[in-house]
């Protein structure tokens, strides 16, 4: 299934430095973003440390060589999930690692959310409150849940979701790489359908501006750079509060008509 991706980040108007990062390597189907936490740029150490593992293992698994970890291997999920798990894993591992050895970047973590694209399987694992979202037949899904404070009395419906997105607390996390020596992972897999938009974000998009405009955005557009664009100027315009990161994926549909064009001119020969 054919992908046309494009990623952007902006260090938006109030944060010094940009501590996120992404990657995209559409060829492989592979997608990626993280949101660094820390002082002293370590948080931008943080979220290039993630994404850089998770490249480094990919390639490696293309040449078979990428090992899978017992200790995160869910027999429920594909071998291309449980790789995603794993590539997390060895990034929570090398963060901790470079955290305690060095007291300039004691307590950095990062956010990770990363998907891979087989065919029309979708891979999904992620920690923190980066989102994956799938525009579909004019709906907007969130795929992913925030490891946050506010999320967790959401979940226990203690408070509203409308009431967790003022809440001023909600950014705390619950979950983020390098903090522990091990971390939980969230895993998720589906079926993609043609015309499928994916966007993944960090919380300096999704805390500025609403889902119904990522929405209206996703299905306006047919451009990913332009809509990347335009999602980070709509969260600027709301106050640029924190860095923005933004990837979106569009999943090219079927040219029915052109098919039916080629059968009619042959048949006319």
């Not at 973003?33 to 993630?50: F, N, P, R, T, Y």
């Amino acid at each position: 299934m054919k992908l046309n991706v494009a990623g952007q980040t902006d260090k938006g108007l109030v944060r010094p430095n940009n501590e996120d990062d992404f990657f995209l390597d559409p060829k492989q189907g592979l997608l990626a973003v993280a949101d660094g936490m820390g002082g002293h740029a370590s948080g931008e150490i943080a979220s290039k440390i993630a994404v850089d593992v998770l490249r480094n293992y990919f390639l490696q698994a293309n040449e078979g060589k990428a090992p899978l970890f017992s200790s995160c291997y869910n027999e429920n999920y594909s071998e291309a999930t449980n790789q995603l798990c794993s590539a997390i894993h060895l990034a929570n591992t090398a963060i901790h690692e470079a955290s305690r050895n060095n007291p300039l970047l004691h307590g950095m973590g990062t956010t990770l959310a990363a998907l891979l694209i087989q065919g029309k399987k979708l891979s999904i694992a992620h920690v923190g409150d980066s989102r994956i979202y799938l525009v579909r037949a004019g709906e907007i899904e969130q795929l992913t849940d925030d490891h946050t404070l506010v999320y967790e009395q959401v979940k226990h419906d203690l408070i509203s979701k409308e009431e967790a997105e003022k809440s001023s607390i909600r950014h705390v996390l619950t979950r983020a790489l390098g903090i522990a020596p091990f971390v939980e992972v969230d895993l998720g897999e589906m079926t993609l359908a043609e015309g499928d938009v994916l966007i993944l974000c960090t919380d300096g998009l999704s805390g500025m501006i609403s889902d119904r405009d990522i929405l209206r955005t996703a299905i306006s557009l047919d451009n990913p750079s332009v809509a990347c664009e335009k999602l980070i100027h709509m969260a600027n315009q709301n106050g640029g509060k924190d860095n923005i990161t933004v990837i979106a994926g569009y999943l090219a549909k079927k040219r029915r008509f052109a098919s039916v064009f080629k059968f009619f001119n042959w048949f006319r020969r």
